[in-house]
């Protein structure tokens, strides 16, 4: 099995994206799967199900805050090499119109720096069919050392 502390992190999610990794719990539940990726920009699609939907019969506000905040982590993780870690320190989400069920979107995040200390990226959630924009965010980040 691969070990994610002797890899960069492109090479981790590039590994995760073509199942040589585990994927987290919380990708599964909530339907993110990485589609693309490179240095500073990952791509991951997802259909919010019924399961995801609030009172109103919407997707409710915390899947539209769990897709960026995903996309715009994994943004960060792209950049960092072997033995750096990121965690949030901050992020905020744009809701732009609601969002049925499934439809499928595209959440794109794009690092526009990535320094000694801290990152910054955007993210991005359109309809994969009509590029129709649902939600916009933006993060920062702190990088560390991996401990131990």
Request: glycine share 12%.
């Amino acid at each position: 099995m691969m070990d994610p502390r002797e890899m960069s992190g492109l090479e981790f999610l590039t590994a995760l994206k073509n199942g040589d990794v585990e994927p987290p719990s919380m990708a599964l539940t909530l339907g993110f799967r990485a589609v693309a990726m490179e240095h500073g920009t990952i791509k991951f699609h997802a259909t919010p199900t019924e399961a995801v939907l609030n009172p109103m019969g919407v997707v409710h506000g915390g899947w539209y805050g769990a897709l960026p905040d995903t996309v715009l982590g994994c943004a960060v993780q792209t950049t960092l090499p072997k033995g750096r870690i990121y965690t949030t320190l901050e992020y905020k989400v744009n809701l732009t119109r609601a969002l049925p069920p499934g439809t499928e979107v595209a959440a794109t995040g794009t690092v526009q720096h990535a320094g000694r200390t801290t990152a910054v990226a955007t993210a991005e959630i359109r309809g994969v069919g009509d590029g129709t924009l649902y939600a916009t965010g933006s993060t920062t980040c702190l990088l560390m050392d991996l401990p131990g």
